[in-house]
């Protein structure tokens, strides 16, 4: 079924749909998993090698507890080569609940007629902003609903207004979007407004499921949204992220299908997505699905330590969607970014912390409602180095720059101390003195590591000048 007139159909054959179900399920099906090949494909994933999908389903066929364990190291090993300790925050901001579509998963539904929508105002807008800046966050993803009023230009608009925030010594550096599918003239014109990464989720690479959960609207068009992405990248948007939502249908072929996402990009555009999203289904407003392919905390860990190496120089996103034992345990198995302090109510960040989340006010249940202060103090004492970093995506270095770093690990040499510098920021201007004197005990820890790979000095020179008012240094 076509939602879109004649004008916006995609005929270039870049563009046309990569996902094979027969494919996928040849390999889950056909694939043997023994313990010399597990350990094959652990290692060429080690050499920072992308995997295939035949090396993909070998992971996945591996349920021995022994090679489970053994997959699950490699991806901690990996996440250390490629990321070192580093872990990036970032705050989600909702702009608007408007939305035209139906998916029986979300409660921003069309369906749901009991609910207030509500569109910020540039005054809330401002004020939302101002909060998070004093939260100390330097990025933000704005997140809107899929509805006529969300054009590009209300995005560019709403990302310049957000930009144009200074509080104090903050600011927010780096606006990612999670938006509805444009058009390539209407991704060109969000580009232009500065973002950073722009994320469309597949929600399900079953496209009989995705008929079955997406009822309504213009999302219920598999391929339009399937291809999304192809047009960011023919827009100029080199930095993009995928996603998938799991517990709508098996996780492996899930895992499998942005497997073939992530190969389809690369060999299209020599590039693969910045971020890989794998949020798991939560409760939310008139939630109505079937259950049988929900993901259990086991099956889920491995998941992630899958994705991990499959796609070694990808950055991957775990939300508040968990709760924060399941988000402090894998963070180890290839987790590089997390949200911190989330609300994700109209309006809600500049009412200050809630204690209770009205599914009526939100999109779904988050089950992490550490403010981002008690995040970064148990990251500090856990020996991550939390990060703000936005000096790759305003050096240029993404999409085919950002590989030629990330890919053969050099990312790490500019990653870490970046990342020192932004939490030496933090420590100045939001964190208290006991949280304080931990992060620079922290950095001077991580300081002494780095003298081994590469001069310090700059390094050491920039945090003296922060100490000392100075802000925004980076490499």
């Known amino acids: ?194 973002i950073g990464t722009f994320q469309i989720f597949q929600e399900t690479y079953h496209e009989p499921t995705y008929m079955k959960v997406h009822l309504g609207g213009i999302k219920r068009n598999y391929q339009w949204r399937l291809t999304a992405l192809d047009r960011a990248q023919e827009a100029g948007i080199d930095d993009v992220g995928i996603g998938a939502l799991f517990g709508l249908y098996d996780w492996r072929f899930e895992v499998m299908g942005l497997v073939r996402h992530v190969n389809h990009f ?8 910045h971020t890989i999203s794998f949020p798991r289904i939560q409760n939310a407003l008139s939630l109505d699905i079937e259950k049988d392919h929900l993901v259990k905390d086991d099956e889920f860990v491995r998941l992630v330590s899958i994705l991990r190496l499959a796609v070694p120089y990808t950055g991957m996103i775990l939300t508040a969607r968990e709760p924060a034992h399941i988000r402090d345990q894998i963070l180890r198995f290839g987790v590089s970014q997390i949200d911190g302090g989330t609300n994700l109510e109209l309006g809600g960040y500049s009412k200050g912390k809630q204690d209770q989340q009205d599914l009526t006010k939100g999109q779904f249940q988050i089950n992490d409602n550490r403010s981002l202060s008690e995040i970064m103090d148990e990251l500090i004492k856990s020996g991550y180095i939390p990060s703000f970093c936005t000096a790759c995506y305003r050096l240029g270095r993404t999409g085919e720059h950002f590989m030629e770093f990330s890919v053969p690990g050099f990312i790490k040499r500019y990653c870490t101390p970046n990342a020192l510098l932004t939490l030496a920021e933090y420590l100045e201007d939001y964190a208290a003195d ?42």
């Not at 979300?106 to 207030?116: D, I, L, M």
């Not at 690369?266 to 997505?273: D, R, W």
């Not at 300081?447 to 000095?457: C, G, P, S, T």
Request: include cysteine.
């Open 266 to 273: 690369e060999a299209v555009y020599n590039v693969g997505p």
């Open 1 to 194: 079924m076509i939602y879109y007139p004649e004008k916006y159909r995609i005929a270039d054959k870049r563009m046309q749909p990569f996902i094979d179900p027969d494919e996928i399920w040849s390999y889950i099906n056909g694939v043997k998993s023994d313990k010399q090949r597990v350990r094959e494909v652990i290692k060429s994933s080690l050499d920072k090698k992308r995997l295939s999908l035949e090396e993909t389903a070998v992971l996945i066929n591996a349920t021995d507890p022994d090679l489970v364990e053994e997959i699950k190291e490699g991806a901690r090993t990996l996440k250390e080569k490629v990321y070192g300790e580093r872990i990036v925050l970032f705050a989600p901001l909702y702009v608007g609940d408007l939305c035209t579509n139906n998916c029986q998963y979300c409660g921003f539904r069309a369906s749901n007629k009991g609910v207030k929508r509500i569109t910020l105002s540039e005054k809330q807008l401002i004020a939302e902003t101002t909060a998070l800046i004093d939260q100390g966050h330097k990025r933000l993803i704005l997140v809107y609903g899929e509805h006529p009023k969300y054009s590009a230009e209300f995005i560019a608009e709403t990302v310049g207004i957000v930009y144009g925030v200074k509080h104090n010594n903050g600011e927010i550096r780096r606006v990612n979007i999670n938006a509805a599918p444009f058009d390539i003239p209407g991704f060109r014109v969000i580009k232009d407004s500065g």
């Open 434 to 475: 006991d949280t304080k004197k931990a992060g620079y005990k922290l950095i001077d820890e991580k300081i002494k590591d780095l003298q081994q790979e590469q001069k310090v000095a700059r390094l050491q020179e920039k945090i003296e000048k922060i100490k000392t008012g100075n802000r925004d240094l980076y490499f």
